[in-house]
């Protein structure tokens, strides 16, 4: 059988710090590539595709070659959990971006080969393929990105993604990363689509974590306001800052 390559940017074993799985070990596999340009992005490394990619461990990190076939990624990240007590089948692997979407097929063949969850962590920029291989993945995260935080508009792939969420009766988490420059209107423009199509949608507002060249995050007044214009439409929605800065981890 002749297995699809991929472009990863690293793999790394850690403890999920942010949305609904927040706390869990889980394991990361980063993917090479990404069209967008956030402000607050983290991992500037990863909008382009590399010869190599990096897979951190106890031990140190290793460099391997690019592109990876899938049977070969699912091998490496079970010999991260050699040393630890617990087995595949029990933990959850998250294929994060860069934008996994940009190389979905080789993301699916990954998602089918691993024993254990598969989270499917997007941007939602893509909504014609995000419909066409969303029901693959156990957890969907989606963002909600704002026109304060990166060049461009992605409000239309956003509904789509979340009409194909109401289509496919998936269960996905929404996650709005929100700054000091973030208006009252662009999460409002949020919460109104969430309640025509998919209210019962667990909405994360994630303040940003700082980088050197994105805006502040908000203040705690401004969350509160924004929070409850949720609460009062009847949406789940909850404030959740990242945590893996606070522990210290990937
Ligand atoms: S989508 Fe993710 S990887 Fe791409 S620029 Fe935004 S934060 Fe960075």
């Excluded at 617990?86 to 979407?101: D, F, P």
């Excluded at 509160?224 to 893996?244: E, S």
Aim: with cysteine; aromatic share 8%.
């Amino acid at each position: 059988m002749i297995m699809l390559k991929g472009h990863l940017d690293e793999i790394f074993f850690s403890i999920q710090g942010e949305g609904g799985e927040i706390g869990l070990p889980h394991l990361f596999c980063r993917f090479g590539g990404c069209p967008l340009r956030c402000i607050y992005c983290d991992t500037p490394r990863s909008w382009n595709r590399r010869e190599q990619f990096e897979c951190h461990s106890a031990d140190g990190t290793l460099l391997i070659d690019n592109p990876i076939a899938a049977d070969s990624v699912v091998n490496i990240l079970e010999d991260l959990l050699a040393d630890y007590p617990v087995s595949a089948e029990k933990v959850c692997l998250s294929l994060t971006g860069g934008e996994v979407l940009e190389q979905a097929e080789f993301a699916v063949e990954i998602a089918k080969l691993w024993p254990g969850d598969v989270m499917l962590e997007t941007s939602g920029s893509n909504a014609k393929v995000f419909s066409e291989v969303a029901s693959e993945f156990d957890v969907i995260s989606l963002d909600w990105k704002t026109p304060s935080l990166m060049s461009g508009e992605l409000f239309a792939e956003h509904q789509q993604c979340l009409e194909a969420v109401a289509q496919q009766k998936l269960v996905a988490q929404l996650k709005m990363v929100l700054s000091c420059q973030t208006t009252a209107a662009e999460v409002l423009e949020m919460y109104d689509f969430v309640a025509q199509t998919v209210p019962a949608t667990q909405i994360y507002l994630q303040p940003l974590t700082k980088v050197p060249l994105s805006p502040d995050p908000p203040s705690s007044e401004q969350m509160l306001k924004w929070l409850t214009m949720g609460i009062a439409r009847q949406l789940n929605v909850r404030v959740l800052p990242q945590v893996h800065p606070l522990l210290n981890a990937r």
